[in-house]
């Protein structure tokens, strides 16, 4: 199986950044898809950004032009966030899927592997 280990949370003033990591312990196949989630306080999870084996990306249009999604290769993931706002306080999983070719649809949240979370605060 895969361990995924996120890191790079913590409190910013809006408008400031944070880099979040999840280091991947594990074989993961090629083709894989690794992604960002996020859920706040009362409301349902949701995908932030996913990064293909392949590089390709596809973002919420939540954080587009203010979030940045990378991986180096292929076992650590990043999640570059600038501009921060109130709205993006959550706590930010990691996770990762190597059964399907690709990523699928920003609203597929059956991972396989899933990180323990890191929690990010914006105050305004």
């Known amino acids: 199986q895969v361990q995924l280990v996120e890191s790079g949370g913590g409190s910013v003033q809006a408008g400031g950044s944070l880099r979040l990591s999840c280091a991947a312990n594990?074989?993961?196949?090629?083709?894989?898809?690794m992604g960002w989630f996020r859920q706040a306080p009362g409301k349902e999870r949701e995908g932030v950004a996913f990064i293909e084996d392949a590089g390709t990306t596809t973002y919420a249009d939540s954080v587009k032009g203010r979030f940045t999604i990378s991986k180096d290769n292929g076992i650590t993931l990043y999640l570059q966030m600038n501009s921060l706002k109130p709205e993006d306080t959550a706590i930010y999983y990691c996770?990762?899927?190597?059964?399907?070719?690709?990523?699928?649809?920003?609203?597929?949240?059956?991972?396989?592997?899933w990180g323990q979370g890191t929690q990010v605060t914006v105050s305004s």
């Open positions: 996770a990762t899927d190597d059964r399907r070719n690709g990523c699928p649809s920003l609203h597929e949240t059956s991972f396989r592997y």
């Open positions: 594990g074989r993961i196949r090629g083709g894989y898809c």
